[in-house]
């Protein structure tokens, strides 16, 4: 995988990050955008660090749909882990690591966060501030009542705009939709587990022997 596509993925996965959320509010029936996302907020206050599996379909313009699943971690305040059959993309909030097996290859870079990138410590530990949100109705989604967000960026960057469904009873984030100038993707989240004590060594990473590395630090 090219070093331009491996950062497009890394930039996507980040937000899987925002689905973190693990609270026993009850949502009332007369509430705006900025109140559900100030629940969501509360309900991340008291994490420390989290595991979650996860599921993706990633669409690139004029391609086909490409869909994996894999597990994520995060700790505060900037690091995270994200591992599926076909990459692992690792960061300890200074340094970032893609590895992609089949390649025998990683890509070692700083770490890089720009206003409109989605990342995870954004979106679990604080309301992303560059971004308008509008709660544009609610539904049903695998059975449950969901909220339904709208995120646009407030000015032009790479994510061009977002879509959020987060649970009435819990504030749950259950699936994202995110529009970019080259794809659109959809991320669901389950399995989550907080506050277990996840090592700093799961945020670092350590090149398999006849590994290439490529340092573009």
């Known amino acids: 995988m090219e070093p331009k596509m491996t950062k497009i993925i890394l930039s996507k996965l980040l937000i899987l990050a925002v689905f973190l959320v693990n609270s026993h509010v009850f949502a009332q029936d007369d509430i705006t955008a900025q109140e559900v996302i100030q629940n969501v907020q509360s309900a991340y206050k008291d994490i ?23 597990t994520l971690y995060i700790k505060k305040e900037s690091k995270y882990r994200i591992e599926t059959g076909s990459q692992t993309i690792v960061t300890d909030g200074s340094t970032s690591w893609s590895y992609t097996p089949s390649k025998k290859q990683v890509v070692i870079d700083h770490y890089k966060e720009t206003g409109n990138t989605f990342s995870p410590n954004k979106y679990l530990f604080q309301y992303p501030e560059n ?87």
């Open 48 to 70: 420390t660090d989290a595991k979650a599996s996860f599921s993706q379909t990633i669409k690139f313009n004029k391609s086909k749909a490409q869909s994996s699943s894999g």
């Open 131 to 217: 971004f308008y949100s509008d709660l544009t109705g609610t539904e049903k989604l695998n059975g449950k009542d969901v909220y339904v967000l709208s995120l646009k960026p407030r000015e032009s960057g790479y994510v061009k705009s977002a879509k959020l469904w987060v649970g009435k009873d819990d504030w749950i984030i259950k699936k994202i939709y995110i529009v970019t100038d080259e794809s659109t993707s959809t991320y669901s989240i389950k399995n989550i587990q907080t506050n277990i004590g996840v090592a700093n060594s799961k945020f670092t990473f350590s090149p398999p022997e006849g590994t290439e590395v490529i340092d573009m630090r």
